[in-house]
């Protein structure tokens, strides 16, 4: 038959418009929008949205740390994304102690094969730029490992800054983008051992160790780096205001510079590490949470387009493996789960509580991320051409969240008890349906890696 699937009756949502009309599947790709389509297979989205995928540019699987791994791995990781309207992750690849970038691309490509359930690609964090790293990085930015992440940040990942300039160099000249995690370094070893050393050593404390001044100051001379050879720069998981701001006034510029934040730190915060008995350690994370002022304002900055994404820097750890931090902060695994939930926690207190228009929801959570890394317009939107990865999302549906009702590997969610109106009832990657009504019901290990274009900046 001429289709494989007709999605009927459905509003279309990109980052452009909204409209209803039906699409057209065949072989994983849209083939036909038109406002009245026919088929065998048919799926009937009356009343709900259709939305372009979720695209995570940030996560963590199956990530060695500390010693410990995040617990997630791409299996349940990516089916617990699939379930949440995800369909594609961009993954860290940390460049182990003594190994090559290579090196690197061929265990996360072990971790991923015959595990993911959805798309996937890998940005490389480079920890080691030696002459092998030089001579490689070219080459693999123009085979579709088109972004690298480099630490500002944790002993023997970290790069100084001569290091970051000159990868900054490299990525202008082979057409990639410098992803960069950025905290002062010094400072948060200043800060700890007076913690340590006056007893300090609650989960807090590892918000107290790491100000926001701290995230700035780096936030500041990254992109004071990019600005001095002109070179595009993307920094993560973005905290608070002040770090914001450095990015919002390096666009204003006129320079390359773009910003991510994360579901997070537009809706918990500091108060959260006062939780008692140790609980304050399920937001362990770097940069940690910010004073609750800051939320309104990050949301400020994504619907003025000041910064341009919304991932999850999604690296769980079950309370058991947070326990290795029990009598000393600084040995608590930093991150927390949200791979799930990001959709529906956006949607609701993005554009439910009106802070958001629904385009501009798509825009930062499918749109941009696609874009900005050489993803698009095979992700990132609903058009002919483009792949048939769509979310079924039902505006009408209540939920509140519970670890009981998420499928992360992990024993709590940092959003638990929060209500959303609004949520991914059906999942379609390249046209197969694999999430209905909160359960994973496609194939295994169908996820393929992407390779990855040049750069969009937006
Ligand atoms: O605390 C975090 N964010 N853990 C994951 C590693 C990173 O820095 O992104
Ligand atoms: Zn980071
Ligand atoms: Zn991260
Ligand atoms: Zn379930």
Redesign the pocket.
């Known amino acids: 038959s001429t289709y494989d699937l007709v999605i009927k009756n459905g509003k279309i949502v990109t980052s452009g418009d909204s409209y209803v009309a039906d699409i057209g599947v065949k072989d994983g790709k849209v083939i036909e929008i038109a406002t009245c389509i026919d088929g065998e297979n048919v799926y009937d989205a009356k009343g709900k949205y259709l939305i372009p995928g979720g695209i995570d540019v940030?996560t963590?699987l199956d990530?060695p740390?500390c010693g410990t791994f995040?617990s997630d791995d791409f299996l349940t990781g990516t089916k617990a994304a699939a379930i949440g309207g995800t369909t594609t992750v961009v993954d860290?690849a940390i460049q182990p102690g003594g190994k090559t970038l290579k090196d690197a691309i061929d265990i996360w490509k072990e971790k991923a094969e015959g595990k993911a359930v959805i798309d996937y690609g890998f940005h490389l964090a480079v920890t080691n730029l030696d002459d092998q790293a030089r001579k490689d990085l070219p080459e693999l930015l123009k085979n579709g490992f088109s972004s690298f992440k480099v630490?500002m940040?944790?002993d023997g990942m970290r790069l100084s800054d001569k290091e970051l300039l000159e990868i900054l160099q490299i990525a202008k000249d082979n057409d990639g983008l410098v992803c960069v995690?950025a905290e002062n370094y010094d400072s948060i070893n200043y800060n700890i051992a007076k913690l340590l050393a006056d007893g300090k050593t609650d989960p807090v404390y590892h918000a107290i160790s790491r100000p926001q001044k701290c995230e700035a100051e780096a936030t500041n001379r990254a992109v004071k780096l990019a600005e001095m050879v002109d070179a595009p720069i993307y920094i993560?998981?973005v905290s608070n205001r002040e770090a914001a701001d450095v990015i919002a006034r390096s666009r204003q510029e006129g320079f390359k510079t773009m910003g991510e934040t994360c579901t997070q730190y537009l809706l918990l915060s500091i108060d959260n590490y006062l939780e008692p008995d140790f609980a304050g350690s399920k937001y362990?994370?770097?940069?940690p949470l910010r004073e609750g002022f800051n939320n309104e304002l990050l949301w400020d900055s994504l619907k003025f387009s000041k910064l341009q994404t919304i991932a999850t820097?999604h690296?769980p750890f079950f309370m058991e493996q947070k326990k290795m931090g029990l009598n000393d902060f600084t040995k608590i695994p930093?991150?927390?789960p949200g791979i799930e939930a990001r959709l529906a926690l956006i949607y609701h207190n993005g554009v439910n509580e009106g802070r958001l228009p629904i385009e501009k929801f798509v825009e930062l959570t499918s749109t941009n991320p696609a874009k900005i890394f050489g993803m698009y317009p095979k992700k990132g939107t609903i058009a002919v051409g483009s792949d048939a990865d769509i979310v079924v999302f039902d505006p009408e549906k209540e939920v509140t969240l519970s670890v009981d009702n998420l499928h992360e590997n992990v024993d709590y969610t940092p959003f638990e008890g929060f209500s959303v109106k609004g949520y991914p009832v059906a999942t379609f990657s390249r046209g197969d349906l694999v999430a209905e009504n909160g359960e994973y019901v496609g194939s295994e290990a169908r996820g393929q890696l992407i390779k990855r274009g040049k750069p969009q900046l937006v």
């Open positions: 940030h963590h990530m740390f995040s860290y630490f940040v944790y995690h993560v998981h362990v994370m770097s940069p820097d690296c930093n991150g927390a």
